[in-house]
C-alpha cells in the first residue's frame, strides 16, 4: 500500500523534495494560489507551522493554477509573493496539477484515499488540504473553506498518535 513518503515533488526552486525526509511527521499539504479568496489562509498556514513544527507538523504547499488561472505566476514570482505579503516559511512546491491526467502522482493518491463530498475524488478549488498521519496514511480531507486555526483539533490528535 503506497504512503505519503513514497512521493517526491520538486521544490519551489526546482530541488527534489523527496517526502521520505518527513518520515514520521504529520504533514499538511495544501493546494495553493496568490490570487484566490482563499490567498489569506497562508497567515493561518504560516502560523501553524510556526506553532506545531518543532511537535512534528510540516506543511506543503503546492502552487496550482487549474482554477480560474489564479495561480499564473512563475515560482519566482510565487515564491517572492508568499515571501513578502505572508512571510511564508513552510516547504513549497513547484506549482503542479492537482486533478487530470497531468495531475501530479501524489495528489492522485491522497484524492483516491480521501474522496471528497459524495465520494468525488477531484479537488474542487484551491485550499483543499489533506492531513497525512505520522504512519504516511491520509488522516482527513477539509474543503477550502475550513481554516487553518479550524484543524488544530485534528493536528494536535496527530501528533499526539505514536
Given at each position: 500500500?503506497?504512503?505519503?513518503?513514497?512521493?517526491?515533488?520538486?521544490?519551489?526552486?526546482?530541488?527534489?523534495?523527496?517526502?521520505?525526509?518527513?518520515?514520521?511527521?504529520?504533514?499538511?499539504?495544501?493546494?495553493?494560489?496568490?490570487?484566490?479568496?482563499?490567498?489569506?489562509?497562508?497567515?493561518?498556514?504560516?502560523?501553524?507551522?510556526?506553532?506545531?513544527?518543532?511537535?512534528?507538523?510540516?506543511?506543503?504547499?503546492?502552487?496550482?493554477?487549474?482554477?480560474?488561472?489564479?495561480?499564473?505566476?512563475?515560482?519566482?514570482?510565487?515564491?517572492?509573493?508568499?515571501?513578502s505579503?505572508?512571510?511564508?516559511?513552510?516547504p513549497?512546491?513547484?506549482?503542479?496539477?492537482?486533478?487530470?491526467?497531468?495531475?501530479?502522482?501524489?495528489?492522485?493518491?491522497?484524492?483516491?484515499?480521501?474522496?471528497?463530498?459524495?465520494?468525488?475524488?477531484?479537488?474542487?478549488?484551491?485550499f483543499?488540504?489533506?492531513?497525512?498521519?505520522?504512519?504516511?496514511?491520509?488522516?482527513?480531507?477539509?474543503?477550502?473553506?475550513?481554516?487553518?486555526?479550524?484543524?488544530?483539533?485534528?493536528?494536535?490528535?496527530?501528533?499526539?498518535?505514536?
Amino acid at each position: 500500500m503506497p504512503q505519503f513518503t513514497d512521493f517526491e515533488l520538486l521544490a519551489l526552486d526546482g530541488a527534489p523534495m523527496p517526502l521520505s525526509t518527513f518520515k514520521g511527521r504529520v504533514v499538511l499539504v495544501v493546494n495553493v494560489a496568490s490570487m484566490c479568496g482563499f490567498t489569506p489562509q497562508y497567515a493561518g498556514l504560516e502560523q501553524l507551522w510556526r506553532s506545531y513544527k518543532g511537535r512534528g507538523l510540516t506543511i506543503i504547499g503546492c502552487p496550482c493554477d487549474q482554477f480560474g488561472h489564479q495561480e499564473p505566476g512563475t515560482e519566482a514570482e510565487i515564491g517572492a509573493f508568499c515571501s513578502s505579503r505572508y512571510d511564508v516559511s513552510f516547504p513549497m512546491s513547484a506549482k503542479l496539477e492537482v486533478n487530470g491526467d497531468q495531475a501530479h502522482p501524489l495528489w492522485q493518491w491522497m484524492r483516491d484515499a480521501e474522496p471528497g463530498v459524495l465520494g468525488t475524488t477531484a479537488v474542487k478549488w484551491n485550499f483543499t488540504k489533506f492531513l497525512i498521519g505520522r504512519d504516511g496514511q491520509v488522516i482527513a480531507r477539509y474543503a477550502p473553506t475550513a481554516t487553518p486555526e479550524s484543524m488544530v483539533n485534528d493536528i494536535e490528535a496527530a501528533l499526539a498518535a505514536v
